[in-house]
Structure formats: C-alpha cells, structure tokens
C-alpha cells in the first residue's frame, strides 16, 4: 500500500512592508490597490528618485521667468489684435464674439481670473510669426526698391539686370530662412539668428518633415476656431432676439412725429434698459453651459443674482461703462484703412467687462443661499441708473454718430463691431 503523497510546502510570504511599514491589506484599497500600482510601475522606467510620488519639476532661472513673461504679455497684445481683425471680416466676426463668449464662459466655470485669458501663448507664436516675417523681408523690400529704380534709369542696363538677380537670390533666401524658423518653432529670436550650423545639419537628418505635418495640424487643431464660430453664431441669434424688439422701437421712433416720437421712444428705452441688466448675464450663462436655451432662462439668471448681488452690479457697471467711450468714436466716419483701430479698442475695452461677467456667475455658483437683504437692496438701487444711463447714451446715439439712426444696431456692450455697422 503506497503512501499518500507529502503535501507540498511552499516558503511562506515574505510580508511586503510599504514606506509607512503596513502591509498592503491595511491600506486603503487592499490588496487591489497594490496591484494597480504594481502594474503601473512595470510600465514605467526605473529610477531612483527618493519619493516616486512627487514629480521632479525643473526650476526656472530668473532670466527664464523673464523672458517667460514677456512672452506672454506679447501674446497677449497679438491676441487682442487678433480678435480685433477677426471683428471687422464679416462672418469672420462671430469668432470674435465667440472668443469673448468663451471668456465669460470659462471664468464662470472655474471663477479664476487667469483663466479667462485663453490661447495666449498660440496667438504669442502667430504675433512672433507675423513679426519675424515681417522683420526678414526688409532686405528683398530694399532690393526690390533698388531694382525698380535701376529700371527707370536704364531699363535692361547691366546694373539692373544685377540688381534684379540679387533680388532673386534674397528672395530665396528669405523664404529659406522663414521655413527655417518656423520648423524650430517660429518665435522671434528664431527669425533674428538662423543658426546656420544647426541649419547645416538638420538638412542631412532623415525624415526631418515627418513631424512637421503633425505639429502644424496639431496647431491649428487647438486654435478651436470651429467651436467659437459656432458659440459666436449662437450668442449672436440669441442676442438678437434680445435686442430686435427695443431697438426696434426706437429705430421706428426716429421716423415719427414729435409726439408719438417721444412715446414710442419711452416704450423701447424700457425695453432696452431691462434688456442691458440681463443680457450680459444671459450670456455668461449661456457661454458656461453651452446651452441655447440658456439664453432666455431669465429666472436663473435672477437666482443667481439673489446670491451674488454686489458682484452683478460691478460687472454691470464695468460692462456699460466700457461701452459708453466706443460711442464717441462714431461722430465721424473712420477711414477704410484704419477700420481696425476701433476694434481693437472694442476689445480691449469690452475684454475685461466678460471676465468679470463670467467672475460674477462664479460667485452666484459657489453661494447656496441668496444674500442678506440688505446688499441684494444696494445692488437693485445701484443697478437702475447705470442702465438708465447706458439707455439715454444709446437714446442720443443717431443725433452724434455718423451713420445716423442705423447706429442703434450697433450695440457694443453684446455684439462685435464691423467695418460700417456693428452685427
């Protein structure tokens, strides 16, 4: 009779110990926890950093910060020169709108004022492609200069048959160094020094365009143009449908006697003064959700302001107060060439007015309850004669501006100008 088989013994578990000496099953999570760690550390490459927890981040010298926050005051300026050109370009314009939009929107989110400057550091690279071009092609500008003036004096001559082939050598050149700067990222100091050694061997690097592709698609991927078009296009309708009815009226007041004149004007300046309480609100709230809808939920916007009074108040003065100066730029016509130039004070004059709208919904988001009665008073008091002060400054807009009573349409406060009247 055989013997039953001996059990077989196996080593008992050597106790895994973690860096506050308890076993795994003590940890929160158990045993599963461990696993998933355990996994994630074969994915990942060894090393031997004391704390694997705590990412090595590389400090930053002073100049770097420096030269980090010129960067970004610069895109800053090429953004808000940006927006301005897409505002005179009609169609182009609801990205302008959008962008604007999608300010509100985001500092409503997150209710950082920081926030609220977004794409600074893309439209950094477009403002430093832009200057670097426009620095490099000075010497074919010059050439070209020369050749022309060789022309007139000796047509077909030897000189100008030189200067003309000079030309085409700089021209060259010039385009070699604009790709040249572009493919090392396109920043200014790439345009003021090729470095040409660096350029010598990029050239014998195989598969030097393989990326190129990817990093340009992948730029303009991120510029999110479609998503403002339509956010824009969107709080424009919305706008409109706000707007058509006051402005309505009082672009048919100007058209009647005196007396009913003045009736009818009364009738579309109430209108439009509760229209200017609520609608840079109703945007703000529409650019958080990304909801039409969001538009016209008056009610909200009301609860909302229950539980952040004040606030309501300050970016409604901020908003129809910055509103007010573009009004004066109108008396006379602006020349073709200069379109842009009220845009751009249109944006950096409304820009903030948005971050602080969207600031104000912040606010009214991270209070439960509304507000002592005492300040949701103040800011009912407070807010009715900034809107009845912005309504009498669009009531006397036809008698100042150039276009006339066409330039009620132009409401700065929630639209984006355009070269002869505003959207």
Same mark, same amino acid.
């Given at each position: ?39 994630? /550390? ?40 940006? @927006? ?8 182009? #314009? ?7 939009? #999608? @300010? ?11 926030? &609220? ?32 003036? /060789? ?10 048959? &030189? ?6 050598? @700089? ?19 790439? $345009? ?18 393989? #990326? ?19 956010? &824009?296009?969107?709080?424009?309708? &919305? ?35 509760? @229209? ?19 538009? $016209? ?33 109108? !008396? ?17 004059? !409304?820009?903030? /007015? ?32 900034? /809107? ?14 150039? #276009? ?20």
């Amino acid at each position: 009779m055989s013997e039953p088989p001996l059990p077989t013994l196996m080593p008992p578990a050597l106790p895994v110990v973690t860096e506050a000496g308890l076993a795994p099953s003590a940890l929160p999570g158990g045993p599963d926890r461990l696993k998933a760690g355990l996994q994630y /550390a074969l994915s990942v490459e060894p090393h031997y950093s004391p704390n694997p927890t705590v990412l090595v981040v590389e400090k930053r010298g002073f100049f770097q910060k420096v030269g980090s926050g010129l960067d970004w005051l610069f895109g800053l300026a090429a953004l808000l020169v940006l @927006v301005a050109a897409c505002s005179v370009i009609p169609v182009l #314009n609801f990205l302008s709108l959008g962008y604007l939009l #999608n @300010v509100s929107g985001t500092v409503a989110r997150t209710g950082r004022f920081r926030d &609220g400057f977004i794409g600074v550091r893309k439209a950094a690279v477009l403002g430093s492609l832009a200057a670097g071009v426009w620095i490099v092609v000075w010497p074919a500008r010059l050439l070209s200069t020369m050749w022309k003036d /060789a022309e007139l004096i000796a047509p077909g001559s030897g000189i100008a048959q &030189g200067w003309h082939a000079g030309l085409i050598v @700089v021209i060259v050149l010039t385009l070699a160094h604009i790709v040249w700067a572009c493919v090392r990222g396109g920043k200014l100091r790439h $345009f003021l020094w090729p470095q040409p050694l660096r350029f010598k061997r990029w050239l014998s690097t195989p598969g030097k365009f393989d #990326n190129l592709q990817g990093m340009i698609t992948g730029y303009i991927i991120g510029l999110r143009l479609p998503f403002y078009f339509w956010l &824009g296009l969107r709080g424009f309708v &919305g706008a409109l449908v706000w707007l058509i009815v006051p402005v309505g009226i009082l672009l048919g007041a100007t058209r009647l006697p005196v007396g009913g004149s003045v009736l009818l004007s009364l009738l579309g300046g109430v209108l439009l003064l509760v @229209v200017a309480i609520h609608l840079p609100f109703l945007q703000a709230h529409f650019a958080q959700t990304d909801r039409f809808s969001a538009l $016209f939920e008056l009610r909200e916007v009301r609860r909302s302001f229950l539980r952040a009074p004040l606030a309501f108040w300050f970016a409604l003065l901020i908003t129809l107060l910055f509103a007010v100066p573009l009004y004066l730029l109108k !008396i006379e016509l602006t020349p073709r060439e200069l379109a842009w130039l009220p845009s751009l004070l249109f944006v950096i004059f !409304i820009f903030p /007015a948005r971050v602080l709208t969207g600031w104000a919904m912040s606010r009214a988001t991270r209070h439960e309850q509304p507000r002592h009665w005492f300040p949701r008073w103040m800011a009912r008091l407070g807010i009715v004669p900034v /809107a009845l002060a912005y309504t009498l400054v669009v009531y006397f807009t036809p008698y100042l501006s150039w #276009n006339g009573a066409w330039s009620l349409l132009e409401q700065h406060a929630f639209l984006v100008p355009a070269p002869l009247m505003a959207l």
